[in-house]
């Protein structure tokens, strides 16, 4: 039936975990589009056959005119479902540059097509250079302050010599303790290699 | 619209204050005064990057819309113009590689459906319907509730009784629609929760 393939697409979107990614579903997506090349080949047909009657494409309501209707109609409503999967995907992916930052750990980075990866790598570029215009860096302080300082311990081997705001150099062992400034730590949080320690 | 008023003081004595802080560890004065300006200063720090960063959310949610709709672009602060420009750009080649360029040659424009549209018919507009809550701090008589606009064209809404002037009493809550009193909030008269 018309236009099941795209349905399906956009289910995936709409039933899954908000802000989570589904894989991307090259398979159906490529039936969707060849579904729409199928579609313009068979109205192509039709208004070609309406002109060999030597009807007026515009004009004329007979059984080719309705039927190469049902084939644009149907076409549209592929294309609407094709960009909205597209769109609603992009939409994720802005999005984890807000709460996992410009790298993305490698599960993620499977989920993408070769033009998800390509844009996710721009839009992370033109975050950037707006934070470098406006002199301020934005993804950090996600949440209010409470106190400048945090405890946390290192879950992962970051590494020595990480030079920090205030020009002193740690040295991140892992499982290591220490009481950092919280801008300096919320970048290796997000990231998953740090985690806070409360109460 | 960037309120630059109130965002210059929080953002250019950055440095300046920073100074201060500075000075007072140097000079030894008491920890927890150094701590308390210390909590200041992130605190209001923080208000300043939420401020920003709300925002740029706001363009990335729906930069077609906000790029064609010159009221709404020039909201914008010079560099929201550049980098809404330069999001837009990337997400249409984004859809344009991905979708696009692999339809029929009629249907690959990123604002219409097809080449028949008379409109912009695939552009993703904000919610305008949505129910809000809200508060004024005046007494607002004789607000329309209903969109005068599109009324009369339907038959059934001729036969539905029309709606009474809606009145809002200061500092009272109201749930309603966003559309009708979206006026109103942009004129200041009355502030969202």
Known sequence: MYGRKGCQ???????????????????????VIAECSQHYVELQALIRNMQ?????????????????????????????????YMYNRAEILRNLIWKVGPVLPQ??????????????????????SYMSRIDLDLAVDMVPPKDPYIQV??????????????????????????????????????????????? | MVR??????VWFPRNSREGTVDEFVEGGTDPLT???????????????????????????KHMFHILKTDELFNRLSKEEKVFAQRSCDDLKMHLEDS?????PDNYQSILKQSIISEEIDMVPKPQLDMFVVCKTKYYLGHIQLEDG?????????????????????????????YKPIKKLVEEGKIDLY
């Open chain 1, 52 to 84: 060999e009657k030597g009807l007026d494409v515009q004009t004329s309501k007979n059984e080719d005119h309705f039927g190469a209707l049902i084939h644009h109609l149907s076409l549209v409503r592929n294309k609407r479902c094709l960009t909205s």
């Open chain 1, 153 to 199: 311990r290192v879950l992962d081997d970051i590494g020595e010599g990480i030079v920090l705001s205030d020009e002193k150099s740690v040295n991140f062992a892992r499982h290591s303790m220490h009481l950092l400034k919280r801008t300096d730590a919320e970048q290796f949080i997000a990231r998953g290699l740090m985690e806070e320690l409360t109460g």
């Open chain 1, 9 to 31: 697409l956009v289910k995936e979107i709409a039933s899954g975990e908000k802000e989570q990614l589904t894989p991307f579903n090259s398979d159906l997506f490529d039936q």
């Open chain 2, 4 to 9: 630059s008023k109130l965002l210059i003081p």
């Open chain 2, 149 to 177: 606009d599109d009324g009369n064209l339907d038959d059934r809404g001729n036969q539905r009784p029309l709606e009474e002037p809606f009145e809002m009493e200061p500092n009272v809550l109201y749930f309603v629609r």
């Open chain 2, 99 to 103: 979708v696009l360029s692999r339809l």
């Open chain 1, 107 to 128: 599960e993620i980075l499977e989920k993408l097509s070769h033009f998800e990866k390509e844009y996710f790598k721009k839009h992370s570029a033109s975050l950037k």
């Open chain 2, 34 to 60: 150094i701590s308390l300006y210390q909590m200041d200063l992130d605190r209001t720090q923080f208000l300043l990057r939420s401020y920003l960063r709300i925002r740029l959310q706001k363009i990335e």
